[in-house]
């Protein structure tokens, strides 16, 4: 019941934030500690009853919370039927792994998915080496390799422009770019990977949320289909997520769907969902697959989008409230100085 409390304190500090990434996981360990009192242990006063009763209510708050990243939850983004065309844009987004060395196996995991765009985080010079492989299909190329594991490299089939940013840190990239979808319509591309709120990279999740939120700020004034994609180092269902998609109006193709958890791909009972893709409502889905791991610890995610703008009068559009925009105001606008 502490780790469902602990999330509760707007604090930026790792210690606060790390509690809301194992919703699932305490779901089941919950689900074993309510049965196992039932069963093996009924309480036979009080203090029992008072445990009892908090693990109850503490269950019914966790599936409240889970359910709508289960399919009997409604669908933000609607489903589309039709067969893939010149409306489709399918996007491939994987954190390799720095230090993988099985770059092999993602020639096999583009060739079998297909995308019309990719995008590759923790790429360094030799990664960026390595897909050269790739270039002569996917002509189109937006590169920042790095060796502090927040290197970014984006291809793209289809025709593409933008440039690397660097938003809040001077080492963590970002990519803004807009691609051409067949049917000539443009499409703007947001391409994130903030460091997660961990003693090793950042003790304070101020930058990550100062990041992502600018970008949610970005893409509600944007007047084309917007797409935001990377890996946020957060969980779909945050705090500081849940704020992006209102503030942003972007959609989750997850909820209604699964959790699709993309880390860690080395631990099955530590799995989240932090590698991302959301868009405008003016698309509908195709599909979303995650796909192997191919030796890194994420696993790479596939979606296939439809730019549909009839679509939008079905989506479920997140909006935020006056009080939810004035706190991402006041994220955003902490000066760097102070982070």
């Keep these: 019941m502490f780790s469902t409390i602990v999330p509760f304190i707007r604090h930026d500090y790792w210690v606060f934030r790390v509690f809301e990434y194992p919703r699932l996981q305490k779901l089941v360990l919950n689900i074993i500690l309510f049965l196992g009192t039932l069963l093996m242990a009924f309480p036979k006063d009080v203090p029992g009853y008072v445990v009892l009763i908090g693990l109850a209510i503490n269950l019914i708050y966790l599936c409240y919370l889970v359910f709508p990243y289960t399919p009997l939850a409604k669908k933000q983004i609607i489903t589309t039927k039709s067969p893939s065309g010149p409306s489709n844009l399918k996007i491939l987004i994987a954190n390799v792994y720095q230090e993988n060395r099985q770059s092999h196996q993602y020639y096999k995991l583009i060739e079998q998915c297909d995308p019309d765009v990719i995008l590759l985080v923790e790429t360094n010079l030799w990664w960026q080496n390595q897909m050269e492989a790739i270039e002569q299909k996917y002509p189109y190329q937006l590169k920042a390799p790095l060796e502090n594991t927040y290197g970014m490299v984006l291809y793209s089939r289809l025709p593409l422009s933008g440039e690397v940013k660097f938003l809040v840190e001077q080492d963590i990239p970002s990519i803004e770019a807009e691609v051409i979808l067949p049917i000539g319509q443009p499409v703007k591309l947001y391409c994130l990977h903030p460091q997660p709120p961990v003693p090793q990279e950042n003790p304070r999740s101020t930058e990550r949320d100062k990041e992502i939120l600018m970008i ?29 998609g209102k503030i942003s109006g972007l959609l989750d193709p997850r909820r209604g769907r699964g959790f699709f958890n993309s880390f860690n791909a080395k631990y099955f009972f530590l799995r989240f969902p932090l590698d991302h893709i959301f868009c405008s409502g003016d698309f509908s889905l ?9 030796g890194s610890d994420h696993y790479p995610m596939c979606v296939n989008l439809e730019y549909a703008p009839q679509a939008e009068k079905k989506n479920e559009i997140p909006v935020a409230t006056q009080e939810e925009r004035a706190l991402a105001e006041q994220k955003i606008n902490t000066p760097t100085d102070q982070l």
């Design 286 to 294: 195709k599909s979303i697959n995650r796909l192997s791991s191919c």
């Design 216 to 244: 949610a700020k970005e893409a509600k004034n944007c007047q084309l289909p917007v797409i935001v994609m990377g890996d946020l180092n957060d969980v779909a269902w945050s705090y500081t997520t849940d704020l992006f």
